[in-house]
């Protein structure tokens, strides 16, 4: 059963901002999630700007926002065939919970400006 659905849209220009502030990309992001990121070069931004979407569209589709989330609760990895998955910890975790959805399904998208991500919760 679907539990919620949420999509949201980043501009890569605001991760890119982001990454000339000292500490601000450690606040928003998973320390192995970013440690990924920054390993793609010149397409840091793109893919932080993904990752950043993913969380947004997370909290829409719990449907009750970010609230009481911290976001590096949220982790986005991508398994071995490059298909993103959601990891969730500690607030993430308890608000996924709360939800009762047991299943997180995304979908990224980016080129040059924006990205787009898509997540859907499930209960099965």
């Known amino acids: 059963m679907i539990i919620g659905i949420g999509v949201d ?8 901002r982001w990454q000339t502030i000292p500490g601000l990309l450690e606040r ?5 999630e970013l440690a990924s990121a920054l390993s793609r070069g010149g397409g840091t931004a793109l893919s932080l700007a993904a990752r950043f979407a993913a969380k947004e569209a997370f909290g829409k589709a719990l449907g009750t926002g970010l609230a009481g989330i911290v976001l590096k609760d949220i ?26 959805a047991d299943r997180v399904h995304i979908s990224l998208t980016h080129e040059r400006d924006n990205a787009i991500a898509m997540v859907v919760l499930e209960a099965r």
């Open 28 to 32: 928003y992001f998973h320390a192995d």
């Open 9 to 16: 849209v980043v501009h890569v220009r605001r991760l890119e």
């Open 75 to 100: 982790m986005v990895v991508n398994q071995h065939n490059g298909r993103p998955t959601v990891q969730v910890f500690n607030t993430a975790r308890d608000a996924l919970h709360r939800s009762g």
